[in-house]
């Protein structure tokens, strides 16, 4: 186990509520990852993968301003929808920002700009894709965790976990709400 790790089960009114959250999604424009030179994508080898699409939603630091996303500014009800469902999943987590990822396979990485925990939640028609924290082991080498995030969400500080996403098929969503 790892500790610093919290687990919240997805209760069937939640997982109705993601239901509603990808359909509102399939209606979105989500730019492609595929060749994007965007640092996120770079850093966890989206830029490789033809068929991943990610954003980001509500504020965004650029130099030394927080302002809000281009996503935010375009598809403003993602949030309202995003908020709805993190007051009955999980009222007491503070974000101002939710990244999405759809059909994304991650390499191993930290998170270190966010600030605290980062929550994570999966659905959509898909298997595998689980999500792997690393725990670093007595020898030096690091063991792998294996969560399924679309049965309960994680929550952890990314920018001291490493972490990863698996080979999954089907079509997969993920969502994950920072400071
Ligand atoms: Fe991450």
Same mark, same amino acid.
């Given at each position: 186990?790892?500790? $610093?790790?919290?687990?919240?089960?997805?209760?069937?009114?939640?997982?109705?509520?993601?239901? #509603?959250?990808? &359909?509102? @999604?399939?209606?979105?424009?989500?730019?492609?990852?595929?060749? &994007?030179?965007? *640092?996120?994508?770079?850093?966890? $080898?989206? *830029?490789?993968?033809?068929?991943?699409?990610?954003?980001?939603?509500?504020?965004?630091? +650029?130099?030394?301003?927080?302002?809000?996303? &281009?996503?935010?500014?375009? *598809?403003?009800?993602?949030?309202? @929808?995003?908020?709805?469902?993190?007051?009955?999943?999980?009222?007491?987590?503070?974000?101002?920002?939710?990244?999405? $990822?759809?059909?994304?396979?991650?390499?191993?990485? !930290?998170? *270190?700009? $966010?600030?605290?925990?980062?929550?994570?939640?999966?659905?959509? #028609?898909?298997?595998?894709?689980?999500?792997?924290?690393?725990?670093?082991?007595?020898?030096?080498?690091?063991?792998?965790?294996?969560?399924? +995030?679309?049965?309960?969400?994680?929550?952890? #500080?990314?920018?001291?976990?490493?972490?990863?996403?698996?080979? !999954?098929?089907?079509?997969?969503?993920?969502?994950?709400?920072?400071?």
């Amino acid at each position: 186990m790892i500790t $610093n790790v919290k687990q919240r089960p997805i209760t069937k009114k939640q997982k109705q509520m993601l239901e #509603d959250i990808q &359909a509102e @999604l399939d209606l979105c424009y989500i730019p492609t990852s595929f060749g &994007a030179v965007r *640092h996120h994508c770079v850093k966890t $080898n989206t *830029h490789t993968q033809k068929g991943a699409r990610q954003d980001v939603v509500g504020t965004v630091v +650029i130099g030394s301003t927080r302002t809000q996303s &281009a996503c935010q500014k375009r *598809h403003p009800q993602l949030m309202r @929808l995003f908020k709805k469902f993190m007051k009955d999943h999980a009222p007491e987590f503070k974000f101002r920002t939710v990244y999405i $990822n759809i059909d994304t396979m991650c390499d191993a990485h !930290f998170d *270190h700009k $966010n600030s605290g925990e980062s929550l994570l939640i999966g659905f959509g #028609d898909y298997s595998g894709g689980e999500t792997w924290l690393f725990k670093m082991q007595a020898d030096g080498s690091m063991k792998p965790y294996q969560y399924d +995030i679309s049965k309960k969400s994680i929550s952890f #500080d990314g920018s001291k976990i490493m972490h990863s996403s698996q080979k !999954f098929t089907g079509k997969r969503y993920s969502l994950v709400f920072f400071q």
